[in-house]
């Protein structure tokens, strides 16, 4: 072996054989600093609703009911066909066969203890989900699907199609309070602010959508044409922020 392999040998096992130390923090380790956790909400007007429709059907077996439920949900499907929704935006969400189960009494007084359940019949439970990107249209859909023979309707629930501009938005009034909430800690607390060090987006707590009667299709079934009221969406941005002390 030559010297220069035998050297090169040598420091390889060296290295092997050597502790190893951490080169950088874990992302766990505390920040020195003040550090500022803010969140920026901005309220818009939603440009789409999105409805939750479906059947459900009865039988006194697993394919009597299911055998109800297809024909429905195909009248369902055509009916957000003929309102010029497009396949894109119609998608199964639910598809469910529940047995219903009944519990005999006892047939005898001297045995007080229960009968085993047993199965009665079948419930099929189809949905779908339908995105309407004109909500004055939400309304008359709600109502063709209740004359289609819907008789399960989850609710309704408003979003954008785009919510970067407003996403956009609230990160400037995170941003905002980040450096006003530090001045007012350091303040309080005898110190100034310094540079900024670390900026990191977080997850926002996602906001509750706006939710429409969930009973819309009673409403439908006794001739009353539904209204949909929009309202207004929240759309957040969080931000965590690191700002060095000043003496």
Known sequence: MSKTKKALLIAALAAFSAPVHAQTAGPLAPAEGIVIQTTGEVRVKPDLATVHAGVVSEGKTAAEALAKNTPALARLIEAV??????????????????????????????????????????????????????????????????????????????????????????????????RGRAE??????????????????????PPARPMGDVRAYRMAAAGAPVSVEPGEVTVSAALRTVWRIEK
């Open 81 to 178: 066909k003929a309102a010029g929704v497009a396949q894109g935006d119609l998608s199964t969400s639910q598809i469910a066969l529940i047995p219903r189960m009944t519990q005999p009494s006892s047939s005898s007084s001297s045995s007080p203890q229960p009968r085993a359940t047993k199965i009665d019949g079948y419930e099929a439970r189809t949905g779908i989900t339908v995105i309407v990107r004109d909500i004055a249209k939400a309304g008359p859909l709600i109502d063709a699907l209740v004359a289609a023979g819907a008789n399960d309707m989850s609710g309704i629930s408003f979003g954008l199609a785009d919510e970067g501009k407003a996403k956009d938005q609230a990160r400037d009034k995170a941003a905002e309070a980040a």
């Open 184 to 205: 007012i800690y350091a303040k309080r607390l005898g110190v100034k602010v310094g540079e900024l060090v670390s900026i990191v987006e977080s997850e926002a707590e």
